[in-house]
């Protein structure tokens, strides 16, 4: 954790943007000390407070005609599984991402976090989550060792359990066992689980809406049909034996597939895809979205990530500006998966996925309007064309496409990341008490989404960044780069 900033701030005549209704209160002097924010005053046209702001040695800040607001968590990432953080966590600080939900864990990341050893820069947001070591058929390929496992993660302070490659026989034990020990469960449903069930057995929070066809197939008047389709697909093969250094080495295959897991679908589930789409009811959708909604099943959609696998050509990603920050080697391994989709799936093959996409921007929408509680997450770093921090801003993009309003867009990378996380006695707002992780925008972020791109300062555990500090710490990012 960075150490709080020393010097006090004061940001001057400051409009406060209230995260629980949209409320804008203007006029407003926020004093931050220690990290947090220690007092909220109306702004003094007699520069009262920038004179008792001069007495203590504080800094001041002209907010006038900005906006305040807490800073944004990005709620599915993955930095912290780079041997080199630093420059991915700078970015993100550097893009308004005061705090983190890191998606996989290791044994390592929770010592170092006890420890208060973790990678961080020192200009870094706060990780605000951190699981154990990804649940997959190597050390939860039966049901034994999937409780041994979440035993053990529990034991050594991981805050959830993620799951994403366990088949359904393992899932619901594995479940049922989490909450028993009161550890939420994360993830990714395995392809044929029944997602209804899946929510009544208390899964926390889903990740990618499902991915793949689990949710998609929830929705379809052809439910039967497609189940029965998907039960017929090959079984997922993944070493289940034991050797040793077998986890780095599926570490190693995963990070390949993980640039672009569509890459891997075979002709016969792109057919599912397709009949998924095709027989995409938005009324078993909303029937969906009642059931999240009653269970607290949360859903982080990570649209960007959806969008940038499904349309893993297209050219807006191959000529985004924001490439320039990632290194070489990475650019490329995004653009040889590019080029293997491209090679790969011929013109009808990409059209069901620009279908499915389309699909899945509709049910967003819907989850929205029927209640169901969602978070604002990029999935970046690791993922092709995922260039972390400006990827949580694509991500409020296309939950805007999808006609998720900018109030709730707000909500879900602050408000709501808070309640999430049990620690809206820390963030979520912009109160006396919390923690000073703030970004001032330019725009009002309620009349338009795009405000929230308009960022003039951050402040991160009391620090100022001024616009002139985030310029120079992208162009930190940009220059130390390694070149290969
Ligand atoms: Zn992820």
């Known amino acids: 954790m960075t150490a709080a900033s020393g010097r006090a701030l004061v940001l001057r005549n400051v409009t406060i943007v209230d995260t629980r209704d949209g409320t804008l209160a203007p006029n407003a002097d926020v004093h931050v000390s220690g990290g947090v924010i220690a007092a909220i ?235 998924a789409v095709d027989t995409f009811s938005e009324e078993r959708a909303a029937e969906l979205a009642g059931l999240f909604a009653e269970d607290g099943t949360w859903q982080v959609p990570t649209l960007i990530r959806l969008r940038t696998q499904y349309l893993c050509d297209a050219p807006e990603f191959s000529q985004d500006p924001d490439l320039r920050y990632m290194a070489h080697s990475t650019a490329k391994s995004w653009r040889d998966a590019a080029g293997t989709f491209t090679a790969k799936f011929p013109p009808l093959s990409r059209a069901t996925f620009r279908a499915a996409y389309d699909v899945l921007l509709r049910m967003t929408k819907i989850f929205n309007d029927g209640g169901v509680k969602m978070l604002a997450g990029s999935d970046s770093v690791g993922a092709a064309w995922e260039v972390p921090g400006p990827s949580l801003h694509r991500e409020f993009d296309e939950l805007a496409r999808a006609g998720v309003p900018p109030l709730r867009i707000l909500q879900m990378t602050t408000r709501d990341a808070a309640e999430f996380l049990g620690a809206t006695a820390t963030m979520g707002t912009v109160d006396v008490g919390k923690h000073a992780d703030l970004v001032l925008l330019d725009a009002n972020p309620i009349a338009d989404v795009a405000s929230l791109h308009q960022i003039s300062a951050v402040i991160r555990a009391g620090r100022h960044y001024s616009t002139a500090d985030l310029t120079h710490l992208k162009d930190r990012v940009r220059t130390t780069n390694p070149a290969t």
């Open 41 to 275: 005053t109306t702004a003094d046209p007699d520069s009262a407070a920038a004179a008792a702001a001069a007495l203590t040695d504080a800094e001041v800040v002209d907010g006038s005609g900005k906006y305040l607001i807490p800073g944004f968590s990005d709620m599915h990432a993955h930095p912290l599984t780079e041997k080199h953080p630093a420059g991915d966590l700078e970015l993100m600080l550097a893009n308004g991402v005061t705090g983190f939900r890191q998606m996989s864990g290791s044994p390592r990341l929770l010592r170092e976090r006890s420890a208060g050893t973790l990678p961080l820069p020192a200009d870094s947001p706060g990780v605000v989550a951190l699981p154990g070591s990804l649940l997959t058929p190597l050390n939860a390929g039966t049901i034994a060792d999937a409780v041994a496992v979440i035993r053990d993660q529990a034991a050594a302070g991981a805050d959830f359990i993620k799951v994403a490659l366990i088949t359904p026989q393992v899932f619901f034990p594995a479940v049922a066992e989490a909450r028993k020990l009161g550890i939420p469960v994360a993830g990714h449903l395995p392809t044929g689980i029944d997602v209804e069930r899946a929510s009544r057995a208390g899964i926390k929070a889903i990740e990618h809406l499902g991915p793949g066809l689990t949710i998609i197939a929830g929705c379809s008047t052809d439910e039967v049909s497609l189940a029965e389709a998907i039960a017929g697909l090959p079984a997922l093969r993944l070493p289940s034996i034991k050797l040793p250094f077998m986890d780095r080495i599926l570490m190693r295959v995963l990070r390949k597939v993980v640039i672009n897991p569509v890459n891997r679908l075979t002709p016969a589930e792109v057919e599912i895809l397709q009949q």
